[in-house]
């Protein structure tokens, strides 16, 4: 039953080719070897050898057993025998005596000492899963936004809480249970061959290998149903997702049956899938008692031949049959071990392929730090397009002064937020170069250049943590009369002071327990005690009613004395005063100039103003543009 409590892959991800074990295996060796885990490496090796200790305590165990009883029905009279000597019998019960206490000391050691083994060892398992997690994540977080976005939320949390739990799996299995068990059955084959005969040894050997070959059979077999149940757990988990996240779409349409019907449809799919793979699992378990019974019948009736023939006595048989359920119960375990060793190698070569994709946007080696002072900006000559589409930005060039307020406006879909993600090294620019203060944004740091920078988005995404905590996430360590001064300049305070909680109010998940305006502010707030050399505003005021606009306007204004900004916006009213307008459209600069020199033009800007105007006159509210306008 173990394999039905994993959560299944994407289809995507089951795509993966199948893992090279062997590179695997090495590579999961050096990861332990590493300079992080080099105190544990004296646990590593002692752990090792208490395993193979134990496993020879558990094949020696029997033999002393077998001696003991068969020392004491030498010396018991038999039928037609003459009585034994008293000084025999005596010497006899001793001996059996010795025999039976080595034989619990071997058991109870046997078994003991890989107790002993994992309570020291789980610390050394722990630690690499935390070292290996934690580059993981590390490694993940420094990807370009491309890589998140072609990636389905929680793919990637999936991939390293898998990986690290497979490589810890992998470890335990490999190293301590299925290798040594291999040590084992070729060390109670022997002592079975040398002992009691050949014959004997070969019916064991012959029984593993038969259970072996049928339980990787049918597993490969079983692999594929299982592929297909976890393709349709992946679909279930997928509409579950889809309708809880979108809830307010599903009220609003009042599409809560419809869902539902979804929800059953992509149910039966999954159950009919778990059926069959129950079923599987049935059948594979069947075979495998069929084989083990069959070995231990084989074993019973070798071992009586032998008894008729007088090579084995009474004991040998109690020591045979007891090394063959030794051999048979880790035999149990190899048919749960193959098919969790196979899905956890393929987890553990998905977390190596995640440590090795290298970022699309990365720091050249040795990269300086950027030191902004002024915040001059320009864009010569910027091309991009994002992956298969059309071009979004086409040989864009402007310059912006030190301390200069732009606005960027243009119709959706024109290329500002393109622009605003290249400024951020998001991406990087396809044609042309990006600087700051005539430094080109590729030969610094990419932490220097988005600490020069400070962006308040379109939706600002909180964390489901407290205000305070949101407000200072680019500065953590900010002292509460900072975040008090950020609060009241982007017109926050007020409505902090009101909450009963004030700063340690939790925002709830996305920040959805706040409006999007006390989002946004929460967002301006964040930027404004960021204190950057450049601010970009993307919408900043978008979510806010007039009223509060107005008054947001001001902060920002407030917040963009002394340091560049640009200010992206489809109200263009927020940024009428701007030194300098840049429009945008279809990905090029379709002009250029101050709010009087645009208006005077009678251009597209001219066009955007007038219309917003008329829609503002008429009371509507003022909206971006729905179509592009050509110029
Ligand atoms: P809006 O005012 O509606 O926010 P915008 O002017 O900011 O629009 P961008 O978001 O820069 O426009 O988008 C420019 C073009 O690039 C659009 O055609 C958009 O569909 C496309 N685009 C944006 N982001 C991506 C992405 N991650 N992958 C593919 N195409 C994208």
């Not at 976005?149 to 799996?169: H, P, T, V, Y």
């Not at 864009?396 to 732009?406: A, L, N, R």
Request: hydrophobic share 45%.
């Amino acid at each position: 039953m173990r394999d039905f409590s994993r959560k299944p892959d994407s289809p995507a991800e089951n795509r993966h080719p199948p893992a090279i074990f062997s590179v695997t295996l090495v590579r999961m060796v050096k990861t332990l070897w590493r300079p992080e885990l080099k105190r544990w490496r004296v646990r590593m090796v002692a752990a090792f050898v208490l395993t193979l200790m134990a496993k020879a305590l558990a094949v020696a165990a029997p033999v002393f057993l077998g001696e003991g009883i068969n020392l004491l029905s030498d010396a018991m009279p038999g039928d037609n025998s003459p009585p034994a000597q008293g000084g025999a019998l005596r010497f006899a019960a001793l001996g059996f005596v010795g025999c039976i206490l080595i034989y619990g000391a071997a058991r109870f050691f046997s078994n003991a000492l890989p107790q002993v083994r994992d309570s020291f060892f789980v610390r050394v398992t722990q630690n690499m899963n935390r070292v290996v997690a934690q580059e993981a994540f590390l490694h993940a977080q420094k990807q370009s936004l491309h890589f998140h976005l072609s990636r389905r939320a929680g793919a990637l949390n999936r991939i390293i809480e898998r990986g690290s739990g497979a490589m810890e799996f992998l470890l335990r299995f490999l190293v301590f249970n299925i290798g040594p068990t291999f040590v084992e059955l070729a060390m109670a084959a022997t002592v079975i061959g040398i002992l009691y005969g050949p014959a004997l040894s070969v019916v064991a050997v012959a029984t593993v290998l038969a259970y072996t070959l049928f339980t990787v059979l049918i597993t490969e077999w079983r692999n594929r149903l299982r592929r297909a149940m976890n393709e349709a757990d992946t679909e279930l988990k997928a509409v579950t997702m889809d309708t809880f996240t979108n809830f307010e779409t599903v009220k609003a349409f009042a599409a809560e049956e419809r869902e539902a019907v979804r929800f059953d449809g992509a149910m039966r799919r999954y159950m009919g899938h778990f059926i069959r793979s129950m079923k599987s699992m049935n059948l594979m378990n069947i075979g495998q008692e069929f084989i083990m019974t069959a070995g231990l019948v084989g074993v019973a009736l070798t071992a009586s031949l032998a008894v008729q023939q007088s090579s084995m006595r009474v004991g040998d048989i109690m020591a045979v049959i007891l090394m063959m359920t030794n051999i048979y119960r880790p035999l149990n375990i190899l048919g749960f071990a193959w098919r969790e060793i196979k899905q956890s190698s393929v987890d553990v070569e998905k977390l190596y392929d995640l440590l090795d994709e290298a970022p699309s946007v990365a720091d050249v080696p040795g990269a300086p730090p950027l030191l902004a002072k002024q915040g001059a900006i320009a864009f010569e000559g910027v091309s991009f397009a994002y992956e298969g589409r059309a071009p979004s930005l086409s040989e864009v060039s402007f310059s912006i002064e030190p301390g200069q307020f732009v606005g960027v406006v243009g119709p959706s879909g024109a290329g500002k937020s393109t622009l605003v993600k290249l400024l951020f090294r998001f991406y990087d620019a396809e044609k042309g170069r990006i600087t700051i203060d005539d430094i080109d944004i590729r030969t610094v740091t990419q932490d220097s250049l988005r600490t020069a920078l400070s962006l308040v988005p379109q939706d600002v995404s909180l964390f489901n943590d407290s205000l305070r905590v949101n407000v200072a996430y680019g500065c953590p360590g900010a002292s509460e009369d900072a975040i008090r001064a950020a609060l009241e300049k982007a017109q926050l305070a007020a409505f902090v002071d009101r909450l009963p909680l004030g700063l340690d109010t939790v925002v709830g998940e996305r920040g959805l327990k706040l409006s999007g305006g006390e989002r946004q502010r929460v967002g301006l707030a964040r930027a404004i005690l960021n204190d950057p050399c450049i601010l970009v505003l993307d919408e900043a005021t978008s979510s806010l009613d007039s009223g509060t606009e107005e008054e947001v306007q001001h902060a920002l204004m407030a917040a963009a004395r002394g340091r560049t900004t640009i200010s992206i916006a489809h109200r263009l009213s927020t940024i009428a005063g701007a030194d300098h307008i840049i429009v945008l459209d279809a990905g090029k600069i379709a002009e250029t100039g101050t709010h009087a020199d645009l208006i005077t033009r009678g251009g597209l800007y001219a066009r955007l103003w007038q219309k917003q105007r008329v829609e503002s006159e008429k009371g509507m509210p003022v909206m971006p543009s729905p179509q592009p306008v050509s110029v």
